[in-house]
């Protein structure tokens, strides 16, 4: 069973610096690519960065130069660290787990809830 276990959501104010983390058990963690999405209601889940298997990470434009994502596969874990936090950034974040290739698979974390205050 695959399990995506987010942490470190909360809320804090615009300029400020958040990391949230994903466990991920149940998958080969080091032939996956990890993301972060994120979405606000009524509207829809984009993706916020990912890394590959390899280690290459891409970033919304959004993000770029606020954002870094990192990956430990010793730990099955990926990191979201989010500096210069804006208003706009407040969404729940959603871990995400994919393989294009065979075997392919995306599995969902529960999400967690950034929230920053201007």
């Known amino acids: 069973q695959v399990q995506l276990v987010e942490s470190g959501g909360g809320l804090v104010q615009a300029g400020g610096s958040l990391r949230v983390s994903c466990a991920a058990s149940?998958?080969?963690?080091?032939?996956?690519?990890m993301g972060w999405y994120r979405q606000n209601p009524g509207k829809q889940r984009e993706l916020v960065a990912d890394?590959?298997?390899?280690?290459?990470?891409r970033y919304a434009d959004a993000v770029k130069g606020r954002f870094t994502i990192s990956r430990d596969n010793a730990k099955n874990t990926v990191y979201l660290q989010m500096n210069s936090l804006k208003p706009e950034d407040t969404a729940v974040y959603y871990c995400?787990?994919?393989?294009?290739?065979?075997?392919?698979?995306?599995?969902w974390g529960q999400g967690t809830q950034v929230a920053v205050s201007s």
């Open positions: 995400n787990a994919f393989r294009g290739t065979l075997p392919r698979y995306t599995y």
């Open positions: 149940g998958v080969n963690f080091a032939i996956t690519t």
């Open positions: 890394i590959s298997s390899g280690g290459v990470a």
